[in-house]
């Protein structure tokens, strides 16, 4: 529910820095495309898996333990609202810090853990495709082989999305 109401809240600060920078009161956000598409998929799975109770074990890892390395991030993100330039930071040390952990947490979190994790995620869900769809819908009333495929596609999307950034970081 965190991961969700972050997403949420997240996505809202970005539309108004977007509708800000379109009026020319502040600086226009580069990967806002990209941060856009990931904060709709990530509310929209969240909800998915809140809603039917569908997966909530991996997302437990997917939108809680990887959105750690965010924290870092948000800070960084603050620092800079609030005038830290990257180059010359009024706070280097603070700055540096931000960096450091959020470069470690992220590679660590969003890279090595997450194909782990996939792993398991790609295994089960084959298995929920291998069954036949009486099987599914007698377990799952509420889930069919719709799900299945839309977490299937999210989570390839997101894989490629997390090692675009890794190669950023």
């Known amino acids: 529910l965190f991961a ?22 502040s600086k226009p956000f580069p990967e806002a495309a990209t941060m856009l598409m990931h904060h709709v998929c990530t509310a929209a799975l969240g909800y998915h898996s809140l809603r039917f109770r569908f997966l909530q074990y991996y997302t437990v890892f997917y939108a809680g333990l990887a959105e750690c390395s965010s924290l870092p ?4 993100n603050l620092l800079r609202a609030l005038g830290q330039e990257p180059e010359k930071p009024a706070l280097p040390r603070l700055c540096n810090l931000m960096r450091n952990s959020f470069a470690v947490m992220f590679l660590m979190l969003r890279v090595v853990c997450w194909w782990a994790v996939n792993w398991c995620f790609y295994g089960d869900m084959m298995l929920m495709m291998q069954k036949s769809r009486e099987e599914v819908l007698a377990n799952r009333r509420d889930v069919g082989a719709a799900a299945v495929y839309a977490w299937l596609l999210g989570n390839t999307l997101f894989t490629i999305l997390q090692l675009y950034w890794a190669a950023k970081v």
Request: charged share 5%.
């Open 4 to 25: 969700f109401s972050y997403h949420v809240v997240d996505l809202a600060v970005l539309l108004l820095h977007g509708a800000s920078s379109l009026l020319g009161l």
């Open 73 to 76: 991030l948000a800070t960084m």
